[in-house]
C-alpha cells in the first residue's frame, strides 16, 4: 500500500504561481511512476502531468506544457509540481497518484493509487 496526501492548493489570481506537493508513504516511493491529475466541475478527470521513477524522464498534457513543472525527490518521499502562469481554466481539484513500475502512464485508470485531492482555485 501506498498513501499519498496532497497539499499546496489555493486560490490565486490569474497569471500567479503556485507549487503542489505530494507526500508518500508505505512501499518504496522510488518503486512508483507518479502523475498528476485534475478534474473540474462536470469534467471527467484528466492527466496533467507524470514522471517516471527516477524523475528522469517526464510528460506533459499540452494545455500545461512550458507553463508546469513535474518533479520528485526520493530521498523525501515527495513529488511536486510548480504551476506557473495559472489561468482561470486551470481551476479544479489536483490529485496525485501512482502507478507500480517505473514508467508512467497518460490514463488514470492505470494508476493504484490515489490522493485525496487538492483544491486550486484560479480568478480572473
Known amino acids: 500500500q501506498v498513501q499519498l496526501v496532497e497539499s499546496g492548493g489555493g486560490l490565486v489570481q490569474a497569471g500567479g504561481s503556485l507549487r503542489l506537493s505530494c507526500a508518500a508513504s508505505?512501499?518504496?516511493?522510488?518503486?512508483?511512476?507518479m502523475g498528476w491529475f485534475r478534474q473540474a466541475p462536470g469534467n471527467e478527470r484528466e492527466f496533467v502531468a507524470a514522471?517516471?521513477?527516477?524523475?528522469?524522464?517526464?510528460y506533459y498534457a499540452d494545455s500545461v506544457k512550458g507553463r508546469f513543472t513535474i518533479s520528485r525527490d526520493n530521498a523525501k518521499n515527495t513529488m511536486y509540481l510548480q504551476m506557473n502562469s495559472l489561468k482561470p481554466e486551470d481551476t479544479a481539484v489536483y490529485y496525485c497518484?501512482?502507478?507500480?513500475?517505473?514508467?508512467?502512464?497518460?490514463?488514470?485508470?492505470?494508476?493504484?493509487?490515489w490522493g485525496q485531492g487538492t483544491q486550486v482555485t484560479v480568478s480572473s
Open positions: 508505505g512501499r518504496t516511493f522510488s518503486n512508483y511512476a
Open positions: 514522471i517516471s521513477w527516477s524523475g528522469g524522464s517526464t
Open positions: 497518484a501512482a502507478t507500480s513500475g517505473r514508467y508512467y502512464y497518460i490514463y488514470p485508470s492505470l494508476y493504484t493509487y
